[in-house]
């Protein structure tokens, strides 16, 4: 069985109010191990989904890299900066994929946007740049934004029910 919680509330004359009974979440499960950082931010990735045949092995690695700075569950390549969450530069990137030379990193991101692995987009007046979830996801539930921002390659996927659901919500934002 697991462990529980068991809480008790009285009033100031002893008499019970309120009882409450809950289970409580424990890592590790005979049958099946533990739950390896159950608590950690994660990304997935999918053994069917291969990467454009045009990209490297090295390319691979660099997508890799960048795929650690997705923010949260956002898909978003940001970072926390003063308390807010704010969009990783260029220049950003371009660190953390280790490409010194700009006209090498220009050829490498202008490959990732013409593949649709990585695009622009707006939000709150902020431009960031978000990785497509068929590649890397950080999300558990498809956000409108991702949806929006990769619905031609996601459409393929997804099945005619739930691209109704996305543009009726769409429909809904206007």
């Known amino acids: ?4 919680l068991k809480q008790t509330y009285i009033d100031e004359y002893g008499e019970v109010i309120k009882s409450t009974t809950d289970k409580i979440y424990s890592p590790f499960k005979e049958d099946v191990g533990y739950n390896f950082k159950y608590k950690s931010n994660n990304v997935r990735s999918y053994l069917d989904t291969e990467l454009p045949k045009e990209f ?3 390319d691979a690695g660099r997508i890799y890299r960048l795929s650690k700075k997705i923010y ?3 898909n978003l390549l940001a970072k926390r900066k003063k308390g807010k969450i ?5 220049e950003e990137i371009q660190e953390v994929v280790e490409i010194t030379n700009r006209s090498r990193f220009s050829t490498f991101w202008n490959k990732l946007i013409k593949n ?4 622009q987009i707006t939000i709150d007046r902020e431009r960031y740049y978000c990785i497509n979830p068929i590649y ?9 934004y991702l949806y929006i921002a990769f619905q ?5 996927m997804l099945p005619k ?5 996305y543009l009726a919500m769409e429909r809904g934002n206007r």
């Not at 069985?1 to 529980?4: D, L, R, S, T, V």
């Not at 704010?86 to 260029?90: D, G, I, N, R």
């Open 72 to 74: 949260g569950s956002s």
């Open 1 to 4: 069985m697991g462990n529980i």
């Open 136 to 144: 890397f996801n950080s999300t558990k539930y498809l956000p409108l």
């Open 86 to 90: 704010v969009p990783l530069s260029k």
């Open 116 to 119: 649709k692995i990585v695009k």
């Open 56 to 58: 490297s092995t090295i």
């Open 161 to 165: 029910w739930v691209i109704d659901k």
């Open 152 to 156: 031609d390659e996601l459409n393929k």
